[in-house]
């Protein structure tokens, strides 16, 4: 008999850490070999853990709650010597990397580089409260035994005690709130955002999805105005595909755009674990009803926590409905790595003119927000134009 480790593992091409959600087994407990024994939180999905091997859990090293990174220990199970693990866990080693899509499915390309910055020593719950705080344990004097930053470190580098006295409820931000926060401060830091609207009337629209709602085919989904701002979108990017893009910057400082020839159409979802933008892989592949039926059921996968981290990479343009809030239109933020996000607005009732005189419609307005390292004021607008005649008088 032997006692095994189980690591952290990289579950989502490429994560770094992960929160530990809570454990299904204990101390003591019998296990086997793919039995689900921990729930963990990534930037992207809450994610269950087969366990590596069979044999009794003799430590649990990791408590809930805590914010661990990919190969650290966190179970311990006393096994046979001759009792097979689980083929395919292990962890990545960390290289640089550049995002590269060479087809409907994701590939990496690692970028040469033989200098791995120094990472802080710090524990776990340390290295969460300097996240809480927005400490840089990098630019923090460590005082531990062992030359590790402690609690008392972060707090002096805060000087959240002396500077700024809790007043209200502090909120942890964890999981998918916070990647998404730093997701987004990434995008704003490193893409310079443009931002274009128009209104459109939406007539068309409105009776397109009147008539899919009573046709058989459409059984069992949900269709909505965003289902035909889907096929929009997959038709205004035929025009102009440099919206389906990525801009990318290469080693030796230079930059490359990379123009998709399939679309991984991505959907802001918001639920009460926070904002997630999954999307749908080769959407432009899909029939009208496949589309419905993929938008269903990837936006109810989202609310119920069930997307897997695959779901949430590697999309090429986003479309957020901000109208279900009531809201007319917004500056959207750029998914990471992508040139374009379009923001749908509420539909309302307003005059509108129409052969000259004036008329109620329903009304709807469209927020594009575009990369301008990647498209141009020119092929912006044509985009735009396109989803809203699109939605105007949809062919369908």
Known sequence: MSIREFALPDVGEGLTEAEIVGWRVGIGDEVAVNQAIVDIETAKAVVELPCPFTGRVTALL??????????????????????????????????????????AAAVDASVPGDVTPTRPLAKPPVRALARELGVDLTAVTPTGAHGDVTREDVR?????????????????????????????????????????????????TVDAVRRLRD???????????????????????????????SWIALPDGSAEIEVYPFVNLGLAVASEHGLVVPNIRDAGSLSLAGLARA??????????????????????IT??????????????????????????????????????????????????????????????????????????????
């Not at 490193?190 to 274009?196: F, G, K, L, M, Y």
């Not at 917004?330 to 307003?350: D, F, K, Q, S």
């Open 62 to 103: 990791v408590e809930p709650g805590a914010v661990v990174p990919v190969g650290t220990p966190i179970l311990a199970v006393e096994v046979s010597d001759r009792e097979p693990v689980l083929v395919g866990y292990g962890v990545e080693q960390a290289t640089g990397r550049r995002r590269r899509l060479r087809g």
């Open 156 to 204: 002096r580098a805060s000087r959240v005690d002396s500077e700024r006295p809790v007043r209200g409820e502090r909120i942890p931000v964890r999981g998918i709130q916070r990647q998404m926060a730093e997701a987004m401060v990434r995008s704003v830091a490193s893409a310079p955002h443009v931002t274009e609207w128009v209104d459109v009337d939406v007539s068309g």
């Open 215 to 245: 046709d058989p085919e459409f059984a069992g989904t949900r269709v909505t105005p965003l289902t035909v701002a889907a096929v929009a979108v997959i038709h205004a990017i035929r025009r102009t595909p440099i919206v389906n893009a």
């Open 295 to 316: 938008i269903t059921d990837l936006t109810q996968r989202a609310r119920d926590r069930a997307l897997s981290p695959a779901d949430s990479i590697d999309g090429t």
């Open 319 to 396: 479309i957020t409905n901000i109208g279900v809030f009531g809201v007319d239109g917004g500056t959207p933020i750029l998914n990471p790595g992508e040139a374009a996000i379009l923001a749908l607005g509420r539909i309302i009732e307003r005059p509108w003119v129409v052969n000259s005189g004036l008329a109620v419609r329903p009304v709807m307005q469209l927020s594009l927000a575009f990369d301008h390292r990647v498209v141009d004021g020119a092929a912006g607008s044509t985009f735009l134009a396109d989803v809203a005649a699109y939605l105007h008088q949809p062919p369908l």
